[in-house]
C-alpha cells in the first residue's frame, strides 16, 4: 500500500465518489447475500444500533445530500434516530436499495460541495466497516480502499484544524501526515497499521491491536465524537 505523505493539505474532489463506489461494488452484493435474520445482528461499534438500523442511518445520510437537506440538527442523535424510525416498515431490500443509491450517487454532489462533505463519504466507509465487522468478514477498516481512506483522512483531518500526527504505517511506503501542521502543537507520533489508525480516528474499539501513540491520547484522536 502506498501512502503519499504530502496529501494530507491535498483535495482530490474524486476521491470521495471513488471510495463510495468502491465501497458500493465490494460491499453491497455482500448484503443481498446475507439472511433476514442478518439484519438484526447488534452492531457493537454502534450500541444499541443492529445492522439494518446502520443501513437506515447510512442511506438516509445519502438521501439528505441527494436532496441537499440540512436542516438545523441533521445528523444529530434525535435526527438519525428520526431517520431509522421512517424506515421501521420497509423492508431489508429497500434499505439496501437506498444505500446503493446513495453510494452511486453521492459522489459528484460531495465533489462539488468543496470539502465541506468530504467528512461524510469517510463516516460512510467507516460504517460499511463496522458492517463487515459485525458480519465476521476480512477487511474491516482495511482492504484495497485504505490507501484511499487514508488519504481522505489526511484531508480531512487537515481541513478541521485536528491535532498533528505523523503516522509510520506497518502497511505504507511512507509516511502519512495528518491534521494542523501549522500550529504550535509539536506532531504525535503514531506507528502501527492503516486499519487500526482509521479505528482511532473513528472512535472504533482497537482491543488487542499493536500499536504505539506518543503526544496525544487516543480519544483526542477521534473526528466523530462530540
Same mark, same amino acid.
Given at each position: 500500500?502506498?501512502?503519499?505523505?504530502?496529501?494530507?493539505?491535498?483535495?482530490?474532489?474524486?476521491?470521495?465518489?471513488?471510495?463510495?463506489?468502491?465501497?458500493?461494488?465490494?460491499?453491497?452484493?455482500?448484503?443481498?447475500?446475507?439472511?433476514?435474520?442478518?439484519?438484526?445482528?447488534?452492531?457493537?461499534?454502534?450500541?444499541?444500533? +443492529?445492522?439494518?438500523?446502520?443501513?437506515?442511518?447510512? #442511506?438516509?445520510?445519502? +438521501?439528505?445530500?441527494?436532496? #441537499?437537506?440540512?436542516?438545523?440538527?441533521?445528523?444529530?442523535?434525535?435526527?438519525?434516530?428520526?431517520?431509522?424510525?421512517?424506515?421501521?416498515?420497509? #423492508?431489508?431490500?429497500?434499505?439496501?436499495?437506498?444505500?446503493?443509491?446513495?453510494?452511486?450517487?453521492?459522489?459528484?454532489?460531495?465533489?462539488?460541495?468543496?470539502?465541506?462533505?468530504?467528512?461524510?463519504?469517510? =463516516?460512510?466507509?467507516?460504517?460499511?466497516?463496522?458492517?463487515?465487522?459485525?458480519?465476521?468478514?476480512? =477487511?474491516?477498516?482495511?482492504?484495497?480502499?485504505?490507501?484511499?481512506?487514508? %488519504?481522505? &483522512?489526511?484531508?480531512?483531518?487537515?481541513?478541521?484544524?485536528?491535532?498533528?500526527?505523523?503516522?509510520?504505517?506497518?502497511?505504507?511506503?511512507?509516511? &502519512?501526515?495528518?491534521?494542523?501542521?501549522?500550529?504550535?502543537?509539536?506532531? %504525535?507520533? $503514531?506507528?502501527?497499521?492503516?486499519?487500526? &489508525?482509521?479505528? &482511532? $480516528?473513528?472512535?472504533?474499539?482497537?482491543?488487542?491491536?499493536?500499536?504505539?501513540?506518543?503526544? %496525544?491520547?487516543?480519544?483526542?484522536?477521534?473526528?466523530?465524537?462530540?
Amino acid at each position: 500500500m502506498t501512502t503519499p505523505a504530502d496529501v494530507h493539505d491535498v483535495r482530490d474532489p474524486e476521491l470521495p465518489g471513488r471510495l463510495l463506489t468502491d465501497e458500493r461494488d465490494a460491499l453491497v452484493p455482500l448484503l443481498r447475500a446475507r439472511k433476514d435474520e442478518d439484519f438484526a445482528l447488534p452492531v457493537a461499534a454502534c450500541p444499541g444500533w +443492529t445492522v439494518r438500523d446502520v443501513l437506515a442511518h447510512c #442511506s438516509a445520510a445519502f +438521501t439528505r445530500v441527494l436532496e #441537499s437537506r440540512f436542516e438545523k440538527g441533521v445528523f444529530s442523535p434525535e435526527s438519525n434516530d428520526r431517520d431509522i424510525a421512517e424506515r421501521a416498515d420497509w #423492508s431489508n431490500a429497500r434499505i439496501v436499495d437506498e444505500f446503493e443509491r446513495g453510494l452511486t450517487e453521492a459522489g459528484p454532489v460531495i465533489a462539488r460541495a468543496g470539502g465541506v462533505l468530504d467528512v461524510l463519504a469517510l =463516516g460512510e466507509w467507516v460504517h460499511a466497516g463496522d458492517l463487515r465487522e459485525t458480519f465476521g468478514e476480512p =477487511g474491516a477498516y482495511g482492504g484495497d480502499r485504505l490507501p484511499q481512506a487514508l %488519504a481522505l &483522512l489526511a484531508y480531512v483531518t487537515c481541513r478541521d484544524h485536528h491535532l498533528p500526527l505523523h503516522a509510520d504505517l506497518d502497511d505504507a511506503d511512507e509516511p &502519512l501526515r495528518l491534521g494542523d501542521l501549522s500550529g504550535e502543537r509539536p506532531p %504525535a507520533r $503514531y506507528i502501527g497499521d492503516g486499519a487500526t &489508525l482509521v479505528r &482511532l $480516528y473513528a472512535g472504533r474499539p482497537v482491543h488487542g491491536a499493536s500499536y504505539e501513540l506518543a503526544g %496525544a491520547r487516543a480519544e483526542e484522536l477521534n473526528i466523530f465524537g462530540d
